[in-house]
């Protein structure tokens, strides 16, 4: 299986400062078809997980450009800029490119 | 607006076993994929299998291969989890989902004599 290492694994952040997560994967997560499937989530307290960031850089639906993903291959960083206490949560990697599906750990972003 | 309303979870003998519903709408549910995830009391989250939009197809995790299987009803936009054998690390939320985009609120599988 494909394993995903989210770090740090948790975050202190201040109101309007900005925070990088990695998710490295244990081999590549570029598709037979060329694309790469590794998408980002946030769980805010007692929610589901919420799509933030898709195939990499692509931002879902009515998420705000302060989220912004980037990578290739077996690393990839996801960035939040501007953070806001709506940002507060757990964010979780996910790779769709291999069977079976996997998720990173987890990082807990919380305010300093 | 795309909904997703789980049900089924209970408390469950090891061995048992439990069928978990889920019922789509806002969206074409039989054009989508749709996918299994559950998050265990640590939190963890743990893919469980997807089905193709006819049901003809499914994967699975190893981990529940063999004792899950998942199954949909295009006529009623519903998606089911047919649980089989249950031990305790089953012990879960259980979440649908649309691929990797819409997740439902997720129901609670307890597996404990």
């Known amino acids: 299986d494909v394993v995903l290492t989210q770090t740090p694994v948790s975050l202190l952040i201040s109101l309007g400062g900005q925070a990088s997560i990695s998710c490295r994967s244990s081999?590549?997560?570029?598709?037979?078809?060329?694309?790469?499937?590794l998408h980002w989530y946030l769980q805010k307290p007692g929610q589901s997980p919420q799509l933030l960031i898709y195939?990499?850089?692509n931002r879902f639906s009515g998420i705000p450009d302060r989220f912004s993903g980037s990578g290739s291959g077996t690393d990839f960083t996801l960035k939040i800029s501007r953070v806001e206490p709506e940002d507060l949560g757990v964010y979780y990697c996910?790779?769709?490119?291999?069977?079976?599906?996997?998720f990173g750990g987890g990082t807990k972003l919380e305010l300093k | 607006e795309v909904q997703l309303v789980e049900s089924g979870g209970s408390l469950v003998q090891p061995g048992g076993s439990l069928k978990l519903s889920c019922v789509a709408s806002?969206?074409?549910?039989?054009?989508?994929?749709m996918d299994w995830v559950r998050q265990t009391p640590g939190k963890s989250l743990e893919w469980i299998g997807e089905i193709n939009t006819d049901g003809s197809k499914t994967n699975y995790a190893p981990s529940i291969k063999d004792r899950f299987t998942i199954s949909r009803d295009n006529a009623k936009s519903t998606l089911y989890l047919q649980m089989s054998n249950v031990k305790s690390d089953d012990t879960a939320i259980y979440y649908c989902t649309v691929g990797p985009d819409y997740w439902g609120q997720g129901v609670m599988v307890t597996v404990s004599s």
């Open positions: 996910l790779q769709r490119t291999h069977n079976p599906r996997t």
């Open positions: 081999q590549s997560l570029v598709h037979s078809n060329g694309n790469t499937y």
């Open positions: 806002g969206y074409t549910f039989s054009n989508y994929w």
């Open positions: 195939q990499v850089s």
